[in-house]
């Protein structure tokens, strides 16, 4: 999709989801809110305007099956979607480099996932321009909801409090449904939803996925200053600690979110499809290479 018909279906993903006439969303604004947005985003390999893109809709895909779209408020699809698109915006350093070595003033206000709230910030400064507040004709106490939801949604791509909210998620797994009345069940939820937005490129065909996974990787040497990989043995083992990674996603999606979302089952047969590509080539049996496609 050219770069400048990703707005337009961005566009199209609220209206699709029936946003602007549940919630009496400003067209001229949400138009204006995304140009902001598309803008704020640094031209990096992976982290960049192509991947918010992405995550919105796979959110939205998400959000439509069944199991999600009847209980999901507008609210509530409303609080994902921006997020989704806000979620890195102006990513700088690779895993917080800046803030351990107490480069982000940020670091000294929270003790953990202060990328995700720079994120935040940025979000909000974005919401605050004039004519890009898309959420100005929600009542009060629906805008503050709003903005709270973004908030934890945003926070739940860290991934570190992805692996805490584990134990929770697998309970909710096992017993096969969620009770929608509880608001930690549902927060959990969403969460999860944001996780598997952020990572659903493990779902995509292989050439798109192998391609994406070699962009993380180049991106963040780039950014740390790493030496690109020149040796077939350093390429396995890229390779290797890949197909480790693509194996842990595999595992959550597959087991918690699937088991609460029957519908879903095209994603867990990509992740499986992709897993089985890296097994390969960890086993050696194809050398790692970027797709240039």
């Known amino acids: 999709v050219p770069e400048g018909d990703t707005l337009l279906c961005s566009i199209k993903l609220f209206q699709e989801a029936g946003l602007l006439a549940a919630l009496q969303?400003?067209?001229?604004?949400?138009?204006?809110?995304?140009?902001?947005?598309?803008?704020?985003?640094?031209?990096?390999?992976?982290?960049?305007w192509r991947h918010a893109f992405g995550v919105a809709h796979c959110a939205c895909r998400l959000a439509k099956s069944p199991e999600l779209s009847s209980h999901l408020s507008p609210l509530e699809q409303l609080a994902v979607l921006v997020a989704a698109l806000c979620h890195d915006l102006d990513h700088q350093d690779p895993d917080g480099f800046g803030q351990r070595a107490g480069l982000d003033p940020l670091?000294?206000?929270?003790s953990s996932s202060v990328t995700e709230r720079r994120h935040f910030s940025r979000c909000i400064m974005l919401l605050s321009l004039e004519g890009c507040d898309i959420l100005a004709r929600l009542p009060q106490a629906q805008y503050s909801a709003c903005i709270s939801l973004v908030e934890r949604?945003?926070?739940?791509?860290?991934?570190?409090?992805?692996?805490?909210?584990?134990?929770?998620?697998?309970?909710q797994a096992q017993t096969g449904r969620v009770d929608w009345s509880s608001k930690p069940q549902r927060d959990l939820l969403l969460g999860l939803v944001m996780t598997c937005s952020d990572l659903g490129t493990f779902a995509k065909p292989w050439p798109q996925h192998r391609r994406v996974a070699q962009l993380v990787t180049d991106q963040y040497r780039q950014l740390s200053g790493r030496a690109k990989v020149e040796s077939s043995e350093?390429?396995?083992?890229?390779?290797?600690?890949?197909?480790?990674?693509?194996?842990?996603?595999?595992?959550f999606i597959k087991s918690m979110l699937t088991s609460l979302c029957d519908n879903l089952e095209e994603l867990r047969s990509g992740c499986q499809a992709n897993l089985a590509e890296w097994a390969a080539l960890a086993a050696g049996n194809e050398q790692p290479q970027a797709d240039s496609k």
């Open 107 to 110: 670091a000294e206000l929270y």
């Open 234 to 251: 350093n390429a396995k083992d890229q390779s290797h600690d890949l197909s480790l990674l693509a194996e842990q996603h595999v595992a």
């Open 153 to 171: 949604c945003i926070l739940a791509t860290d991934l570190r409090q992805h692996f805490e909210s584990r134990p929770g998620l697998q309970r």
């Open 25 to 48: 969303l400003d067209y001229r604004a949400l138009c204006l809110w995304l140009l902001s947005v598309h803008k704020n985003y640094r031209p990096l390999l992976h982290h960049n």
